[in-house]
Structure formats: structure tokens, C-alpha cells
């Protein structure tokens, strides 16, 4: 279930799975971040784009740090 809902998270089972997964994550994050936070300035749709900025957020974390545990083969 965890690769449909993460699936880059899926190929850190090798070091360099692990940093493409991570470097995508953290990128992903970056700019998809910065475009929704322009986007949350917009007086009437500010508050919609700040929920949607935290979670996509939120999103990218839980799957960065279930790549780590993939990686460590804590979990399948």
C-alpha cells in the first residue's frame, strides 16, 4: 500500500535509490513549496493554497523518511 501512495519511496532499496529518492523529495518540496506560498498571498484563496502548501509538505517528509526506513529495512 505504501508504494502506491509513495512510490519513489519504493526504489531506496540501494544508497543511490536512496539519495535520487531523497534529493527528488526535498526538490519536490522546494519549489512546489515556493510556488504554492506565491499562490497563498492572493487574498481569498490564500488560506486554501497555505493548506495545500503544509500538506504537500507534510507529503513530502513521511515520504522521505519512509525511504529511509525502506533503506534500513525496517519496513517492506
Given amino acids: 500500500m505504501l508504494a502506491k501512495i509513495f ?5 531506496s532499496t540501494t ?6 529518492s531523497l534529493v527528488i523529495y526535498f526538490l519536490g518540496d522546494a519549489v512546489l513549496g515556493f ?3 506565491m499562490l497563498a498571498k492572493i487574498p ?19 515520504g522521505a523518511v519512509i525511504s529511509l ?8
Fill in 15 to 20: 544508497i543511490k535509490g536512496l539519495i535520487i
Fill in 35 to 37: 510556488a504554492v506560498g
Fill in 44 to 62: 481569498i484563496l490564500g488560506i486554501i493554497f497555505g493548506i495545500v502548501g503544509s500538506l504537500l509538505g507534510l507529503y513530502c517528509l513521511c
Fill in 7 to 11: 512510490p519513489l519511496s519504493s526504489m
Fill in 69 to 76: 526506513l525502506i533503506y534500513l529495512k525496517v519496513i517492506k
